[in-house]
């Protein structure tokens, strides 16, 4: 596979350590010293995530913090044909100040690409626990083997009642009208099917994905009425969350890359597909204690009062969304041959069989 790391820094650690070192002393107005920069191995496609802490003086006191630094990607076949750093980092932001929701600290965004090359935000590091994505959390890792079915069934109902606070909050409220552009004459589900569609047209490079579009064509026939607006996460699951330690409660909600206006069902939707595309789609059990679909689907509904009729729909949504980004990243790392049948379009064929 040809080499499609985000961003070509990571191949100059020293020099981004030194260059951050510089920026961390002229914010802070002191010196401030990285003694070490990593980047964790699950760094994918879609980011480069730095590692490092922060050191410095005040009068007769030293300090230190640990801190994340995420860097906009740079690769010649990226996963999406744009990516919203600063929306990223003001949507963080907002929620941060406007709720109880838990967000990282944030502590600077730089869109000033003469200092790292690409713009760059950075966040305090949060400590705790995340399920991981490779390999997945039902196949290898803490979930499977350090926790009991009990802590499996707090961090998955933790984090349903996580995002169901936040998709209580009203939209307009968190000023966000310079991330997002309400049109009036389109409602948001309209407007993201567009973009899906654009996105199908760009991936592929003037071919056409074959079920893709035939889901494309049943969604634009069969929306649903919406509720008001909310914002949603986007990416929402188990392994943008960092929970506590003792698994009882979130520590702060990550990766809000795909945040969108819309129908929260959605969100509900994309946790328990992608769950189950990791299980099922790979063949693989689910872990014992993580709460069933129905079990989920009447918790979140419990919280927020809101209708889940549609969520059928939008399971065929979240697995349209899917099955284009894994099929966009085969196609931009040379594996054409699974461009149409990988597994999570075999899983998005499946649940347009059940739904339709």
Request: hydrophobic share 40%; with cysteine.
């Amino acid at each position: 596979m040809e080499d499609t790391r985000p961003t070509p820094l990571v191949d100059d650690l020293e020099g981004t350590r030194r260059k951050l070192q510089d920026w961390f002393s002229d914010k802070r107005g002191c010196e401030v010293t990285i003694p070490d920069l990593s980047i964790p191995e699950a760094t994918g496609m879609s980011n480069v995530t730095l590692l490092f802490e922060t050191r410095w003086q005040e009068g007769q006191e030293s300090h230190a913090e640990r801190c994340v630094g995420r860097l906009q990607p740079e690769v010649e076949k990226p996963v999406f044909p744009s990516y919203d750093l600063a929306g990223q980092y003001h949507v963080m932001a907002a929620i941060g100040a406007n709720s109880g929701i838990p967000v990282p600290e944030l502590r600077g965004l730089e869109t000033d690409r003469s200092i790292l090359g690409v713009p760059f935000y950075i966040m305090k590091h949060t400590d705790g626990r995340i399920p991981p994505d490779m390999p997945p959390y039902n196949m290898d890792g803490w979930m499977m083997h350090d926790i009991g079915e009990e802590q499996r069934a707090s961090i998955w109902n933790v984090g349903i009642d996580t995002m169901a606070a936040f998709h209580q909050l009203d939209f307009a409220s968190l000023s966000l009208d310079g991330v997002f552009k309400l049109d009036d004459q389109e409602t948001p589900l309209a407007a993201q099917l567009r973009y899906w569609s654009d996105y199908a047209d760009w991936a592929f490079d003037g071919d056409r994905h074959i079920l893709g579009d035939e889901a494309m064509v049943w969604l634009n026939a069969n929306k649903p009425e919406l509720p008001a607006t909310r914002l949603c996460w986007g990416d929402s699951r188990m392994g943008n969350i960092i929970f506590a330690e003792d698994c009882r409660s979130v520590a702060a909600v990550l990766d809000w890359e795909m945040a969108v206006p819309g129908d929260p069902l959605q969100d509900l939707a994309w946790w328990i597909y992608l769950d189950r595309t990791f299980a099922e789609g790979l063949g693989m059990p689910r872990l014992p204690g993580l709460p069933d679909s129905d079990e989920t689907i009447a918790r979140w509904s419990a919280h927020t009062g809101a209708d889940t009729s549609a969520f059928g729909y939008y399971t065929i949504f979240a697995a349209l969304r899917y099955g284009l980004i894994l099929s966009r990243i085969m196609h931009a790392s040379g594996q054409d041959s699974e461009v149409q049948d990988n597994f999570v379009v075999q899983m998005l064929r499946k649940v347009m069989e059940e739904n339709t």
